[in-house]
């Protein structure tokens, strides 16, 4: 194999590893957020049951199962892509996994990321908000 094989095979890779490096570091950042905001709903809810945003704790439920469930078929699919990939040679094992990892968290990271937003936004403005 010459050597510019290697060298895009290892740029692809390391690409691949920012990608999930990224992934998670998100996911890091924003869980305590996410755990912040709804403790403090909660603690705002015992003192005025009113307050609550309606439907929040089975909607803190629901999106966990739908995010693995969505997760794990990313991870299907991401497994299937790679596993063909690999038998032409066009990517590496470890690429191939990071990818596969990147996919499967993808659906966790994005409700992260809209929960920081709903539940900021229901914070600053003081009232419950119906679930989306």
Sequence with gaps: MPFRTYQRALQSTIASLVGFGEAWGEIVRLTPQVVALRTDAAIAALGDPMSAPPGEPIRMVVEKIDAATQGAMAATLATGL????????QTAPLEAVLGIATEAVAPARARLRANVERLGRVRAEGRPQAAE
Excluded: M, P
């Design 82 to 89: 790679a596993l063909s990939r690999g038998l032409v040679g």
